[in-house]
């Protein structure tokens, strides 16, 4: 469930810059670009699964709660970086 949340929530970011965002003000293409490595990362861990003789994807209650929080921390993070990105310098001189 991990490996379908992540990229249900890449190809929700990706079709938001596409249909949206072209000009990138929201970072939705950093946002794809958190859920596609994370997509490649349970990809891998399905291989390792595979490798080990049990099933490519885990359909499990637990697993789809451990989905939801890796995507509601990639949210977060780009929600942060979102703010980083639109914030205004000081102007200080010294």
């Known amino acids: 469930m991990c490996l379908i949340i992540s990229f249900i929530c890449a190809l929700l970011f990706i079709g938001a810059h596409y249909a949206m965002d072209r000009d990138n003000k929201f970072k939705t293409s950093t946002a794809f670009f958190y859920f596609i490595g994370a997509t490649l990362m349970w990809c891998v861990d399905g291989w390792v699964s595979l490798s080990e003789g049990e099933s490519f994807f885990n359909l499990s209650f637990d ?10 921390c990639g949210a977060v993070l780009w929600a942060a970086s ?7 310098p000081n102007n200080v001189s010294v």
């Open 82 to 88: 979102l703010l980083y990105s639109q914030r205004k």
């Open 63 to 72: 697993d789809f709660k451990l989905g939801l929080l890796v995507a509601g």
